[in-house]
């Protein structure tokens, strides 16, 4: 079993380079099974982790931008991988 976290900045107008480029340089303790890094328009960026472990199996996780890259908090949310017969 998977855990697949979500975590979304949107950056300040005119930093999302720099919320990207600060997201690429985080790395935590344990390195994930997988881990994809988006962007789109608007400054967002976008991280995806997998890890080993049930939907509430405790994992690290990216933290907090500096402030002055963020244009709101942070979102974050895990999901659980279903393939088609669970789904």
Do not use: C
């Amino acid at each position: 079993m998977t855990v697949t976290l979500m975590w979304e900045a949107k950056a300040v107008e005119g930093r999302g380079a720099e919320l990207l480029a600060w997201a690429r340089a985080q790395r935590p303790a344990e390195e994930p099974l997988r881990r994809e890094t988006f962007r789109a328009p608007g400054g967002r960026v976008l991280v995806l982790t997998w890890w080993p472990g049930a939907y509430d199996t405790p994992v690290p996780e990216l933290p907090e931008p500096p402030d002055a890259l963020l244009a709101r908090p942070v979102h974050r949310w895990r999901f659980e991988p279903l393939d088609e017969a669970g789904a």
